[in-house]
């Protein structure tokens, strides 16, 4: 026994041996070959571009040519942002596990579940015109650029980037927002397993510890005690990583003149504004997933059962290389399966396959690019009939007075009497739909007779005055149009909607309301709490008091807001992420015990408690989840909270009756993303703390005066080692 056990665990050793022995030598023959820099320095030659910095260090791009501009952007993105453009590049062509490791895992066999490649190999000539191409390629061309000079900077293998690569980026992510990532993982349950112990996941949204939302906000001339047209652009994101702003502002000749927000690896402008109009978005979540189980051949698994016919699954292996330690991987081989539906995952449950809006669109990048480049709102809407974006919420506002709010979707034309929430059955090709709603007949508002228009993450048949609303029995159930309400959207028409004159001070106050309505969720959860016998439990009758006398507002100075926000935020977070939510009892015991144990009472400031932090800054913030000035704050060891996510980048824009455009903006932090070494790495944050803004400077002639650099790509090298 003791010989056989020996010699097992000799033969054990021999194969691990011979395991890291072959992991060594494949990770020595198949290490990337340094890339030369030449041609790609040689190719930068073909552009034209000028970056010049504003005192706060954010780029204003000058070219001739779109493809210049795109080609100089790329180039100051990099500068303040280059890590996470490459790791948001490497992630949609599913290498991510190769660089962060086991788990990552998930997110690289997506992109081949999602049959992101093949769409962009068959459609990026075909589908995108040359214009569009030309400046996907000279953004490409731009953080190429920037990596020549900066190799250290780069992961080996990783270039040169490609317009594709870029457009895949589109491809990937948009279906991400309307919540198709939530469907997918919860199917990924069992799988996720097997590609990812830890159960984690390095790049999509539902990996986000803290959730994403928005406001926006436009108020007519009608509604304006100036008669000026006004556009708030708000979008609550994560301050950093994948989907965090990056402010900048773009002048072509070409007509390519904008300001606003951009995410790491886009070359389009998402949401500001150019010379003659601007649009905020915010996420929407209509139903435009559908989820079917399929009936399998006992006698041979490969085959699903489609209008009483054995079918063929369309297969392919996914290589999934992960990065074990320093050089050296291991590559993990998983099956992709597509059926009639789309993409197919087995799981411990069943086989299901799953079919959303956007499958198989390559023209995202095209429809940014002819929003950015409208003159009026008749090219603006002309570009969001292209319908290649598949969610999103667009507020729109221009300098001839016109407003509107348009609850973007590619709704599936479904078959009428289906209970398209539920799982479907699979074996019906009457439940496969084939095409979209058009978009004249999606929900939308244009110049309603309020003067006003909005969207903060909630119903779209609440945008305006309740008598210009939208009427949901206009439109059919199968749409799967959401009719809930936010906090926020109770205080916009509590604020805004309750002011029929509204100046451009009230304009700017509103945004920076700090306080839950007397509707909202919180305050339902209030008036529970205060529903129970408290019994002898002194801390808890003490707490009642407390959150009884609360004006539910989330000033620095309350001290019922720390007891109030610490009760709600886990469950306004597991609500808006998806998750079953904690029952307010519970996370008001948890409260209660973090607040005795880290600050000796109940009621502490709330600005003790709810810090912004950057670097040496470290200030109390007003505001908390789901308040229209939005903080989501992370706890931390010593009991207070780090703002994470919420408010970012915000806008204000507005048109004098004349039509003469003035724009203000703030970033949470500054130009420098990643460079704590700049001076603008936190220099916007005090501004941001404070509820104040900047400057824009769209003009040249607004921006003399106020240049703090001035170079052309590759100029600037010397500074930045």
Do not use: C
Request: proline share 6%.
């Amino acid at each position: 026994m003791l010989r056989i056990a020996k010699a097992g665990f000799q033969g054990l050793f021999v194969l691990v041996f011979v395991g890291i022995v072959a992991i060594l030598i494949r990770a020595a023959v198949e290490a990337p070959a340094p890339l030369d820099p030449a041609p790609i320095i040689a190719r930068a030659a073909q552009y034209d571009a000028r970056i010049k910095r504003d005192e706060y260090g954010v780029p204003h791009i000058y070219g001739t040519r779109d493809a210049d501009v795109a080609f100089g952007f790329a180039y100051a993105h990099a500068e303040d942002d280059y890590a996470t453009i490459e790791e948001t590049a490497i992630a949609v062509r599913g290498k991510l596990a190769s660089v962060k490791g086991k788990g990552a895992a998930v997110t690289d066999y997506l992109v081949a579940l999602m049959r992101v490649w093949p769409t962009v190999d068959a459609r990026y000539e075909k589908d995108l015109t040359p214009e569009l191409r030309r400046v996907l390629e000279a953004y490409a061309d731009g953080v190429n650029y920037y990596a020549a000079l900066h190799p250290s900077r780069v992961t080996p293998g990783f270039l040169p980037l490609t317009g594709r690569d870029v457009a895949a980026g589109f491809v990937f992510k948009t279906p991400f927002f309307y919540g198709l990532d939530k469907q997918l993982m919860a199917l990924f349950s069992g799988l996720k397993k097997q590609l990812s112990k830890d159960g984690k996941n390095a790049f999509l949204p539902t990996a986000t510890p803290l959730p994403i939302g928005s406001n926006g906000m436009a108020v007519g001339p009608a509604r304006s005690a100036d008669h000026a047209t006004r556009l708030l652009v708000n979008s609550h994101q994560p301050y950093t990583g994948p989907v965090a702003w990056y402010e900048a502002v773009l002048h072509s000749k070409e007509g390519w003149d904008v300001a606003g927000g951009f995410f790491p690896g886009s070359p389009f402008m998402l949401h500001g504004h150019n010379r003659n109009l601007g649009w905020a978005n915010t996420v929407n979540e209509p139903d435009l997933a559908d989820i079917y189980e399929l009936k399998l051949n006992p006698a041979n698994d490969n085959q699903y059962l489609l209008d009483g016919k054995w079918r063929d699954f369309e297969k392919s292996e996914v290589e999934i290389r992960v990065k074990l330690w320093g050089p050296f991987w291991w590559t993990v081989t998983r099956e992709a399966l597509w059926s009639e539906h789309g993409p197919v995952l087995k799981v411990p449950g069943g086989a299901f396959a799953i079919r959303y809006a956007g499958i198989g669109e390559i023209r995202q990048a095209e429809q940014y690019y002819r929003l950015d480049k409208a003159r009026d709102l008749g090219e603006w809407r002309d570009a969001m009939k292209l319908q290649a974006l598949p969610s999103i919420n667009y507020i729109y506002a221009d300098k001839h007075g016109n407003i509107a709010y348009i609850y973007n979707g590619l709704f599936p034309v479904r078959k009428e009497g289906v209970d398209w929430k539920a799982t479907l059955p699979g074996d019906r090709s009457d439940l496969i739909w084939k095409s979209y709603l058009p978009f004249d007949k999606i929900p939308q508002l244009l110049n309603p007779r309020s003067g006003f228009v909005f969207n903060s993450n909630n119903t779209p048949f609440r945008a305006t005055a309740a008598n210009d609303n939208l009427k949901a029995g206009d439109f059919s159930a199968t749409l799967g149009i959401q009719d809930n309400m936010t906090n926020r959207a109770y205080r916009a028409e509590e604020t805004y909607g309750a002011d029929s004159s509204i100046t451009r001070e009230k304009f700017h106050t509103y945004k920076y309301d700090l306080a839950y309505s007397k509707r909202s969720e919180l305050a339902a959860m209030i008036k529970d709490v205060l529903a129970v016998d408290p019994g002898s439990d002194a801390d808890f009758k003490a707490a009642q008091d407390i959150l009884k006398a609360w004006d539910l507002r989330t000033d620095v100075e309350s001290r019922g807001a720390a007891l109030g926000v610490l009760m709600a935020q886990p469950v306004i977070m597991a609500e808006l992420k998806g998750e079953t939510p904690p029952k307010p009892l519970d996370t008001l015991r948890e409260a209660i015990k973090t607040l005795k144990t880290h600050f000796n009472r109940l009621d502490p400031t709330w600005g003790e408690v709810n810090r912004f932090r950057r670097g040496s800054v470290d200030l109390p913030i007003d505001g908390g989840p789901d308040t229209y000035r939005a903080v989501y704050g992370e706890p931390q060891p010593d009991g207070t909270l780090t703002a994470r996510a919420g408010d970012t980048f915000i806008m204000f824009v507005e048109w004098d009756e004349h039509g003469k455009l003035r724009s203000e903006s703030v970033h949470q932090f500054g130009s420098a993303t990643l460079d704590k070494r700049s001076p603008h790495y936190a220099d916007q944050a005090p501004l941001f703390v404070g509820m104040k803004t900047k400057p824009v400077l769209f003009e040249e002639a607004d921006l003399q005066g106020h240049i703090a650099e001035d170079y052309r790509p590759g100029e600037r090298a010397a500074l930045k080692p």
